[in-house]
């Protein structure tokens, strides 16, 4: 490749979601160089069911969590926007929030979720579609074009185009990234996350089983997938 991809940024709603969607692709793209930065868009704070608990102290929990998971997997940095868990809207305040972390790490690849409803509800959970629908206009045009929020340009966060965009993806994808030796470092980053976790070892089991499944089409032991956009230049 004359222009390999180099700087790698994860747009998701929750602590923990970058390491199911993508956490063995993020440790492989750090092997290989790559720089990588997360931006998780809500602060997790409803995820418990634990009666005890209060959302302020979860929130806490959850981000130490998720600094810790990143750090398993090499992320360089983990940038939180700190929006309500389940009440993410897209505004013009969060559309300008992601436009600024694009322009700031500008990415070459951008990672992030299934903007689509589907019949799997867990991957369909209302922030993600919108996370990932936020995330694709800020992408295009909103990242790119120096008219759009306008108030960044003093900032220093100047137009930015990303070159190509990966979503998570499990239905017919069209991207399938070999972790078959960063599989362990997922299950690392994943058991991070102990206060979404429960029993681990079924955790561990149904992880294995799911990206053995998505690795088999092309012969790999372990795998994740996405559909992929490329940007024109």
């Not at 305040?93 to 690849?109: F, G, H, Q, S």
């Not at 409803?117 to 919108?130: E, F, K, V």
């Not at 909103?142 to 929020?149: E, G, N, P």
């Not at 070892?201 to 992929?228: C, D, H, M, P, W």
Request: glycine share 6%.
């Amino acid at each position: 490749m004359t222009n390999p991809i180099r700087r790698v940024l994860v747009v998701v709603a929750h602590p923990d979601d970058a390491e199911f969607g993508c956490g063995g692709s993020v440790a492989r793209w750090v092997k290989e160089g790559k720089e990588v930065t997360y931006v998780v868009l809500t602060n997790g704070d409803k995820g418990s069911g634990d009666r005890r608990m209060t959302s302020e102290r979860l929130a806490k929990i959850r981000k130490e969590e998720q600094q810790n998971a990143a750090q398993a997997l090499g992320v360089q940095r983990v940038q939180f926007l700190g929006h309500p868990d389940g009440e993410l809207e897209d505004t013009r305040e969060v559309r300008r929030a992601v436009t600024a972390e694009i322009r700031r790490w500008r990415p070459d690849l951008l990672v992030t979720q299934n903007p689509y409803r589907t019949s799997n509800l867990y991957a369909s959970h209302r922030d993600h579609r919108i996370a990932a629908g936020v995330a694709l206009d800020c992408v295009y045009p909103l990242a790119r074009d120096h008219l759009s929020f306008p108030e960044l340009l003093p900032q220093g966060l100047e137009p930015h185009k990303v070159r190509e965009v990966y979503l998570m993806w499990w239905e017919n994808p069209e991207v399938v990234v070999d972790i078959s030796d960063t599989m362990d470092l997922k299950l690392k980053a994943l058991a991070c996350h102990a206060s979404q976790m429960g029993d681990f070892a079924s955790i561990e089991a149904r992880v294995r089983e799911r990206s053995a499944q998505l690795g088999k089409t092309k012969g790999f032991a372990y795998a994740e997938t996405f559909n992929r956009i490329v940007l024109p230049r």
